[in-house]
């Protein structure tokens, strides 16, 4: 069976490595990491993710503008983005809370939110 | 002085050209043992009046008919020369009415020649000389009286009951500018002064006289002959005869223009100074009033500055923390999967540091809700004082040429708003404008009251819920004439962390923080691009 693919952008390359070990053990997923906010578009063209994790605040550019690229993108405008960030308030951390019409995760992620996250917005993935 | 049986003698002068009349005379004298005493006898006016001038005579016996002189002149040449002494004009019996004119003239007395007797010509000459002291003692009086008068600065003067002037002194005299007392006597206050102040005048001395009583120092308005206003303080007492009936009255007039003059100036200057007072005390108080208020600005700003530091903070805090958080769960969670869970103890241990990492999260995420709206406290407040507040605010934002232009609704209906919050909204708004002019434009802020009518823009819209048709709405609308927002970002402005500013000049939570509020107080805010540049942002309340 074709393992999802699954593509984190954030400058932490400690949390991509981790993400990517942990999401790989599990044997579903075959994760690449970017940490350069710069080469994602590239990236992602090559890699063809079935859902891509989008850190916000990042160098040079910030989620937003990934994001942006991404979806002037005709190969990669169907694919989702979820965001992760850091920065949320309890207020804002409410289930079904989106950011600028993404949804997002909030840093510290459990394995198990993340799975979550990914089977509910991969298509053919439902759980 | 004379005085009946004193021991003084009265030298006599007899001018008299026959030497027997002179004899007679003389010897009528000598034998009445009176103290009288024909001390020269002499034939001229000339040789009597050398006499006159170089001795002292008490009475003249003068004959009218001599030889160098002769009639009424010759009494009229030596009274002229006499120095007032007591004349006695002789004459003979033909020219009595002569000698009745001479004492029209001032004779003391006239005897005819032909009937003179010794009682008669003594009786003459004493009544001559007494009748002299007593006129000289007069006149004496009546000098020192006029020196009195004339000498004293006040003005004056005497009326009869009709008003007519009886005595003027020399200071009411120049005031009438009149030279001589008999151009004054007899005349009337008509002749005076116009008609309509002379009628006051006159009715005053009337209803002094009427009345009996006096007028004290009374100040009235009065006018010189040259038409100058004077202010004069007068002081009028009615005259009574022993019969007690009125003869009409004295006044005693004093000038007090000048006084009067500085006394208004006195006045004036108080006025001026209790009115200069009075407006220290004003300024003083509106400084105190703008000192309050800039204390309160500077308290509303070091708050404004404090929250926006600890917001600015947490979001670093969190983004600083929470990454390596993320990290250590993650680590934490690819343990768990490992075969070193197996271990005893291992997975406590790891659910413990997941259990700290939590707790951690949660601190992070405590101080960035310290930074986000909380529970409103809401008061009646004017919306144009909470606008006027918020951009006082930003004032250090604004350059020389970026202009705010106000229209802002004098009547509006009082809104129950919290003042310090909606202060936010205003002051974020403001900021994104300023943000978006850059150096130069113009920031438009408007407000008015409307009642919705039909289907408008925000009825039925589902992010105004809260109006109905009919509502009275208060609106504020805020145009700048920046670079306006993307089409594609209209719709994500809301977002948390979504920022179209370059780093560290927003952090994305602006116009999130402002809708939430909006939301609190439900109220509707809209964003949207201007057709001729900019963007416009209209935020709406239910009056």
Request: glycine share 6%.
């Amino acid at each position: 069976m074709e393992k999802t693919r699954i593509m984190v952008v954030d400058d932490e390359s400690g949390f991509t490595r981790l993400l990517k070990l942990t999401l790989e053990k599990t044997g579903n997923y075959s994760v690449m990491e970017e940490n350069d906010p710069m080469r994602a578009l590239d990236a992602a063209r090559a890699f063809r993710p079935h859902l891509i994790l989008l850190d916000i605040v990042m160098p040079q550019m910030d989620g937003g503008g990934v994001a942006s690229q991404m979806q002037a993108d005709p190969f990669l405008r169907r694919v989702p983005i979820v965001f992760l960030t850091a920065i949320v308030s309890h207020q804002e951390a409410t289930p079904g809370a989106l950011i600028g019409g993404f949804k997002f995760l909030a840093k510290p992620v459990s394995l198990a939110a993340v799975v979550k996250c990914i089977r509910e917005n991969v298509p053919g993935l439902a759980a | 002085m004379f005085v009946p049986g004193s021991a003084k003698n009265f030298r006599v002068l007899l001018v008299e050209e026959n030497p027997v009349d002179a004899r007679l005379l003389d010897a009528m004298v000598e034998a009445s043992r009176s103290g009288f005493k024909v001390e020269w006898s002499v034939r001229t006016l000339a040789q009597g009046m050398l006499i006159i001038d170089t001795s002292e005579v008490d009475v003249i016996l003068l004959d009218l008919t001599l030889p160098d002189s002769s009639g009424i002149e010759t009494f009229k040449s030596a009274r002229a020369h006499s120095r007032r002494l007591p004349i006695i004009v002789l004459s003979g019996s033909d020219d009595e009415e002569l000698a009745l004119y001479a004492m029209h003239e001032g004779a003391q007395d006239y005897l005819v020649k032909a009937r003179i007797d010794t009682q008669l010509l003594l009786r003459a000459m004493r009544y001559a000389v007494e009748r002299h002291r007593v006129e000289e003692a007069l006149a004496h009086e009546r000098n020192l009286l006029r020196n009195l008068l004339d000498n004293l600065p006040d003005y004056i003067y005497a009326k009869d009951v009709e008003g007519r002037y009886v005595i003027d002194n020399r200071a009411h005299m120049e005031f009438l500018q009149i030279k001589k007392p008999e151009d004054v006597v007899g005349k009337t206050v008509f002749d005076f002064f116009p008609e309509e102040l002379a009628a006051l005048f006159h009715a005053d001395d009337q209803a002094i006289i009427a009345s009996g009583n006096a007028l004290v120092n009374r100040e009235e308005p009065s006018i010189t002959q040259a038409g100058e206003r004077r202010w004069i303080s007068t002081t009028k007492v009615p005259l009574k005869n022993r019969q007690n009936r009125p003869t009409g009255l004295v006044c005693i007039g004093r000038d007090i223009t000048e006084q009067r003059l500085a006394q208004e100036q006195l006045k004036e200057a108080n006025a001026e100074l209790s009115r200069s007072q009075e407006e220290l005390l004003k300024t003083l108080a509106e400084l105190k009033e703008a000192h309050e208020e800039l204390r309160s600005v500077q308290l509303q700003l070091i708050e404004a500055e404090k929250m926006k530091s600890i917001g600015r903070l947490a979001a670093g805090v969190a983004h600083e923390v929470k990454n390596p958080l993320a990290i250590i769960t993650m680590g934490v969670e690819y343990l768990l999967n490992q075969d070193l869970a197996q271990q005893e103890n291992a997975t406590s241990v790891l659910n413990d540091i997941l259990a700290a990492v939590k707790r951690a999260d949660n601190v992070v995420r405590g101080l960035l809700d310290f930074s986000a709206p909380k529970n409103l406290e809401v008061r009646t407040q004017d919306l144009n004082a909470v606008i006027n507040q918020s951009l006082s605010l930003v004032r250090g934002e604004l350059t020389a040429d970026l202009k705010v232009v106000r229209e802002l609704d004098p009547n509006l209906p009082p809104l129950k708003l919290d003042n310090i919050k909606i202060g936010q909204v205003f002051v974020n708004v403001f900021t994104n404008a300023i943000h978006a002019m850059g150096k130069a434009g113009v920031l438009t802020v408007r407000t008015y009251a409307k009642q919705l009518t039909g289907v408008g823009q925000n009825v039925g819209d589902s992010r105004s819920e809260s109006f109905r048709v009919g509502d009275t709405v208060v609106v504020a609308e805020v145009c700048d004439t920046g670079s306006g927002i993307p089409s594609d970002k209209l719709t994500k402005l809301y977002d948390p962390f979504f920022t179209t500013k370059p780093t560290g000049k927003g952090t994305g939570l602006g116009l999130t923080v402002t809708k939430t509020i909006v939301d609190l107080h439900a109220g509707t805010i809209d964003i949207a691009n201007r057709p001729e540049g900019g963007a416009k942002v209209t935020i709406m309340f239910k009056a």
